[in-house]
């Protein structure tokens, strides 16, 4: 069983930044997915970013590209995810979620394991 605890939300205005952190805890696989969604209200849960804990292979939306950076800190099993130049469109609330298989790192339904969120908004 995988627990994730998010932190580091907050209100911020649009150019701004915020550094958000998932801490994983009781799993003993080698390596995970882990992604961070976001959800507005009204809206479907989207993908943001991903990253391969194996080898550090990372995925983006388009809408966050050269925005967003996903990192990880393997010492501290945490991974975090950069938000520079924020948008009143990236106000949602972003979760952690973690898979020990692949496939498609984009589908919410891959991931087993999800964080209880943590939520960020940009104001203009």
């Known amino acids: 069983q995988v627990q994730l605890v998010e932190s580091g939300g907050g209100s911020v205005q649009a150019g701004g930044s915020l550094r958000l952190s998932c801490a994983a805890s009781?799993?003993?696989?080698?390596?995970?997915?882990m992604g961070w969604f976001r959800q507005a209200p009204g809206k479907e849960r989207e993908e943001v970013a991903v990253?391969?804990?194996?080898?550090?292979?990372?995925w983006y939306v388009d809408s966050v590209q050269g925005r967003f950076t996903i990192s990880q800190d393997n010492a501290k099993n945490t991974v975090a995810l950069q938000m520079n130049s924020l948008k009143p469109e990236d106000t949602a609330m972003y979760y952690c979620?973690?898979?020990?298989?692949?496939?498609?790192?984009?589908?919410?339904?891959?991931?087993?394991?999800w964080g209880q969120g943590t939520q960020v908004t940009v104001s203009s």
């Open positions: 009781g799993y003993t696989y080698s390596s995970l997915y």
């Open positions: 990253i391969y804990t194996g080898d550090g292979r990372t």
């Open positions: 979620a973690a898979s020990q298989v692949g496939g498609n790192v984009f589908d919410p339904t891959t991931y087993s394991y």
